[in-house]
Structure formats: structure tokens, C-alpha cells
């Protein structure tokens, strides 16, 4: 079953009211078919003018390039929210890995128990559920992959669950944009800063987030210096 916060992950443009309208009506029944919307197809939904139809339709252009964890969260999987997501991505790092997975290899993700495990190999093991995801795969959604992490050998990714906060605008991304570059290398992206936190990247006109990384002694690096240090993930120096 389609669920809102399945289409909601996937872009922040879709509310619950036109999520009900575009599911009641017919034109959506799948998060695919999100993707394959037309202008004219919200030209008769309440409130929905031309301008925010079109609207619409960009958001959901743009969402098309996504992350890994973005998209598993996306799926509305039972029990798996936006941190398990993020966990389950860092360690397979690719979807063809987390398809393929045991519920044995699943119980070695962190904070992935029997419950979850059974609820994620229950889900990939619909014909459904892995239709829907040929049919996203073939409209376009895309995310960067990596080969996945062995958590028994040593990494040779020295930001693989490195935590990192991201404050200001940063002049050549978005921010967006430099959480899939995180990710991609295996790191997080956190909403607030803490003692935990490994790296405080901090753009123009940063705020309370900056000054909290100060105080706490966490390392505050630039747009400069976060592309380095994934450069230095990606070649593994």
C-alpha cells in the first residue's frame, strides 16, 4: 500500500491533503507514479493551479536524483525510519547488496534486531514491493552507490561513520547536495550538533549550530576542506 510518508520522503513538496487527493483519484498508486505525473493530470485537483502544478512537477524532477538511505526510508518499510535507513545504506551501499541480503546479514547492521530484519526480508521478498522498485528505478531515481563496507575487515574510508553537522550556505552545493557526497563515502549527516559529532561544516551566515560546535571543542571545517577530506574517502588515503 502507498504510504504518505513514502511519498512525503521522497520530496517535501507533497503534502498529506494532495497526497490523499492524487491516491483517491486514481493517478497515483505506487511511489512510482509520482514520477511519471504530467502537468495536466493536476490540472482538476482542488486548489491546484497551473503555477503549483508546475511547481510540483519540478520538485519531483529534482527529486529524482536522491540518496541511498533517502530512497529505502522512501519505501515505507515497517519499523525502518530515517536512521535505520541511514545505517542500512552505509553498511550494504548499494540496493543490489540490501536485495540480496539474509536476515542474518541484516541482523549484523547496527541497531537492526530480529523484528527489523524480519520486516526488511519480508518486504523485498514481495513481487510487488520489488516491482515498484524496478519502476522507480526505471523513471529516473538515481542515487550515488558504493561497494558495501565489510564491518569485520578494517575500512579504508576514514569518514565511514563520521558524523557530520551542516549550518549556513555553503557556496557550491547545496546542502542537499554535500549529504550525498557525505553518505556516499559512508559518513552521516545529523540535524544537531553534540559531543558526538565528528565535523561541523559550516558555510556562510552560520548560526546558534556553529557557536554550539565552538563551545563543545568539535572540528569546524569549510566547503574547501569538506571536499578534500571526501576526496580523500573516495581514492581511501
Known sequence: MLKKTALHAHHQALGAKLVDQLVDSGRVQTAADLFRL??????????????????????????????????????????????????????????????????????????????????????????????????????????????????????TEPLNGKTFVLTGTLPGWTRDEAQQQIEAVGGKVTASVSKRTNYVVAGEESGSKLQKAKDLGVAIIDEAQLRALLSAAASGT
Open 38 to 155: 504530467a502537468a495536466t493530470d493536476l490540472a482538476n485537483l482542488e486548489r491546484m493551479a497551473e503555477k503549483s502544478a508546475a511547481n510540483l512537477i519540478a520538485a519531483l524532477e529534482r527529486a529524482r536524483n536522491t540518496t541511498l538511505a533517502r530512497f529505502i526510508y522512501a519505501l515505507g518499510i515497517r519499523h525502518v525510519g530515517e536512521s535505520t535507513a541511514r545505517d542500512l545504506a552505509q553498511h550494504f551501499g548499494s540496493l543490489a547488496a540490501l536485495l540480496a541480503a539474509s536476515e542474518a546479514e541484516l541482523l549484523a547492521v547496527n541497531d537492526v534486531g530480529p523484528v527489523v530484519a524480519a520486516s526488511i526480508a519480508h518486504f523485498f521478498a514481495e513481487p510487488h514491493n520489488r516491482a515498484v522498485l524496478e519502476q522507480l528505478r526505471a523513471a529516473g531515481v538515481q542515487w550515488p552507490e558504493r561497494e558495501r563496507v565489510d564491518r569485520q575487515a578494517p575500512t
